[in-house]
């Protein structure tokens, strides 16, 4: 036994690929049967288990610390926030979580191309000098990736260089919405081949003896009941029934239907379908059937209509 390696701790740094966190939790809050999010103080508990058990430390969880954590990810600039009902304000209690955690942050603004869309631009490059820089100067014996994109391959190519042990967490997972999209999340195989712990979460996750251990259920938000929420008022000269040939801004309608992760707004002759990154303003979970909202209206990749921009309403 190394006497000498048991008395040391075995120092962990966590980087975060932020828009792909946010895309896995945004799909066990909304369509995986668990309807939680991703608890970040939960899963930096799980890595210090995760880390204590490959790294065979019989020291133990307590000699295996977080000792720095950074999360990277492009974000809208206020004026663009502005104009999403509420964006900047769930923006800041998230930002309010990481900082909690000790988590720094690093945000680039999110740019807009030619024909309207937004794209995140140089994160990737900037996690992996961070991450490089980082793992040279402060000598971190695991370093855990949470990131499924092939990019970051050459990057852990050089920390291994460094003889920093990779931990990679992703996730993988797909389903189909109402419409027929596949929507697919898988973790690039280049990547998975040159990290020293590939850690597949879903499999974690969902895996029976996994499934009832205190460590992975600490990994998600307690369910919390529907809050009272402040709807938006819509001035009364507003039109109060969706006229179905009008495919004009700010249309208003009646949520017929949600499922997991998408829902349906009542419009004949064809009710309309949104996804829950469409909607503004409000947690998807909290919507209701029933409930009153305003909708802009756009052309999926199949040329069908849908709702975009989703806002309940008083």
Known sequence: MNTDKNNKLTRIGVFYDGN????????????HK??????VSGLHDYIRHKVAEVEGDSSGYRHCQIVDSHYFRGRLNAKDASEKSNSL????LFDDVLMKEGITTHYLPVKTSQSGQKHEKGIDVWLALEAFELAYYKRFNVLVLVASDGDYTPLIRKLNTLGTRVMLMSWDFDYTDDYGNERVTRTSQDLLEVVTYPIAMHEEIDNRVARDSFAVNNLFLPQQKKVERKAKAIPSTHKSEV???????????????????????????NNLFFHYQSVNGIDFNDLSVGDKVTYNIQKNDKGDDVAVDVEPIE
């Open 243 to 269: 006229d179905s040939n009008n495919d004009s801004e700010g249309d208003i309608g009646e949520i017929m239907n949600i499922q997991n992760g998408y829902g349906f707004i009542k419009r004949p002759p």
């Open 89 to 92: 304000y769930y923006d800041r």
């Open 20 to 31: 792909y966190f946010l895309h896995v939790s945004n799909y066990y809050a909304y369509v």
């Open 34 to 39: 668990r309807k939680a999010r991703i608890s």
